[in-house]
């Protein structure tokens, strides 16, 4: 049973940086792609990286200038490090583990920027 867990989340400033963990349970971390999203108040899970098991990445048009995602197999973790945060990055953000067909999420961690 795949089990994640996401840290980091918290208050920050405009303009400031963050960096949010996703630990995960279970063997075969190294084998799948990892997502992170994010789901502002009233509005959609939209995804914002996604990093393949080779470490390739992708980014949503709007964020990619401001994150980074990265993984560590040594420790089954993956990370999105943000810089430049805006108000309108505040959302609850969701790690996501993509082993077709299934995919599993951890509970989230709150990201709240203040203007």
């Known amino acids: 049973q795949v089990q994640l867990v996401e840290s980091g989340g918290g208050l920050v400033q405009a303009g400031g940086s963050l960096r949010l963990s996703c630990a995960a349970s279970g063997s075969f971390f190294r084998f799948n792609a990892m997502g992170w999203h994010r789901q502002a108040p009233g509005k959609q899970r939209e995804l914002v990286a996604v990093i393949s098991s080779g470490g390739s990445t992708s980014y949503a048009d709007t964020v990619k200038r401001r994150i980074n995602i990265a993984r560590d197999n040594a420790k089954n973790t993956v990370y999105l490090n943000k810089n430049s945060l805006k108000p309108d990055d505040s959302a609850v953000y969701y790690c996501?583990?993509?082993?077709?067909?299934?995919?599993?999420w951890g509970q989230g961690t709150q990201v709240t920027v203040s203007s």
């Open positions: 996501r583990l993509i082993a077709p067909p299934d995919n599993y």
